[in-house]
């Protein structure tokens, strides 16, 4: 069987689950090991009970659970009425899985191929965090190499997450400085961006995010920025990622509150349609010390938060699955950019 390999990418992907919702596989999956399984409706309905169980002991185990369903090319036909869309066509099969499962219509047959190739029986796909494939396998609830390689997924070793950090970007005045034109402005609660029947809007989520943002306006204070970024920020830039930002969008400062319970959830930067040109996030902690939590967790890479001290930035690709630990003492400043690239 051609098809993804052993250590290979399984890339981002969108499909629709059965309700027609758009779904990306790297929303779901940040830090968590991933099993994707692959069939066609009649190869799924044939095994659906013993793998159904399986994916209950997977999703309970901490895997997150798609099953991708060829409905297009080489599966059933979809292309005639509209009643017969591939998404209702996956309804039948919703109710053989459990909830905790992501049932998706493959209805180009594109990812079916890239993952499985021609093979149409039920095949699974199993991810470590950072979504390489450790082992694809055909389905048979009895082989103890399926096990095997979910305790290999769950257990996989933590590497350093891949990021910059530099301390003394800016001084202590500066971040004073920073503090004071937060204090002094008019914060709003921070959205999030989310994609709302093609539309990217923003939403405030207390569960996805609690933070207050001040957006520094065109004036001193951005160009002040703009040139601290360009003399101490851009040669390290070029030097550890060989890379020159062309531009980057306005400095946040933001706040997270411990009274409120400041927090941002796991999320990547780069993955509504507004932010596809963003090539790598910074963020710069303000002040230290006066809080507790408030840590960046990397969980692709461990649980291990990153605080540098105040004045020190970090620096990391946008699409690294990223969290902000609960502020709970105290509050939290920092100033945060995307940079833009060639
Ligand atoms: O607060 C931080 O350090 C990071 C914020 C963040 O991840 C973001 O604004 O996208
Ligand atoms: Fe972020």
Redesign the pocket.
């Known amino acids: 069987m051609s098809g993804i390999g052993f250590g290979e990418r399984i890339p981002n992907f969108v499909r629709m689950n059965a309700g027609g919702q758009p779904v990306m596989f790297y929303d779901r999956c940040c830090g968590d090991p991933a099993l994707i399984v692959t069939g066609t409706p009649a190869t799924l309905s044939a095994s659906a009970g013993p793998l159904a169980q399986l994916l209950v002991e997977a999703a309970a185990a901490g895997l997150v659970c798609f099953v991708v369903v060829r409905t297009g090319p080489d599966g059933p036909k979809t292309d005639t009425p509209e009643t017969d869309s591939p998404e209702t066509g996956i309804a039948a099969l919703s109710s053989l899985f459990p909830d905790t499962v992501c049932l998706l219509a493959d209805s180009d047959g594109q990812l079916s191929d890239h993952l499985a190739g021609r093979q149409t029986d039920v095949t699974l796909f199993i991810t470590g965090r950072t979504l390489r494939l450790l082992a694809s396998l055909p389905f048979d609830g009895a082989d103890p190499a399926i096990r095997r390689t979910f305790a290999k997924a769950l257990a996989y070793p933590h590497g350093q997450p891949p990021l910059l950090e530099i301390p003394d970007l800016l001084t202590p005045a500066e971040c004073d400085m920073l503090i004071g034109v937060f204090d002094r402005a008019d914060p709003v609660p921070s959205g999030s961006h989310v994609e709302k029947a093609g539309k990217v809007v923003l939403e405030e989520d207390p569960d996805a995010k609690v933070r207050l943002d001040v957006t520094v306006p065109q004036g001193p204070v951005s160009e002040k920025l703009m040139a601290i970024m360009t003399h101490r920020l851009v040669p390290e830039l070029r030097y550890v990622f060989s890379f020159t930002p062309r531009s980057s969008e306005q400095f946040k400062i933001?706040r997270y509150d411990a009274d409120s319970g400041g927090h941002?959830a796991v999320?990547r930067?780069n993955s509504t349609p507004d932010a596809v040109a963003r090539r790598f996030?910074i963020?710069l902690n303000l002040n230290t010390g006066a809080y507790d939590g408030g840590g960046?967790i990397f969980p692709e890479y461990g649980p291990a938060p990153v605080s540098p001290p105040a004045g020190g930035a970090v620096v990391f690709s946008c699409g690294l699955a990223?969290r902000?630990t609960p502020v709970t003492r105290g509050v939290r400043y920092?100033l945060?950019s995307f940079l833009h690239g060639a």
């Open positions: 933001v941002f999320h930067d996030a963020t960046l990223h902000v920092a945060i």
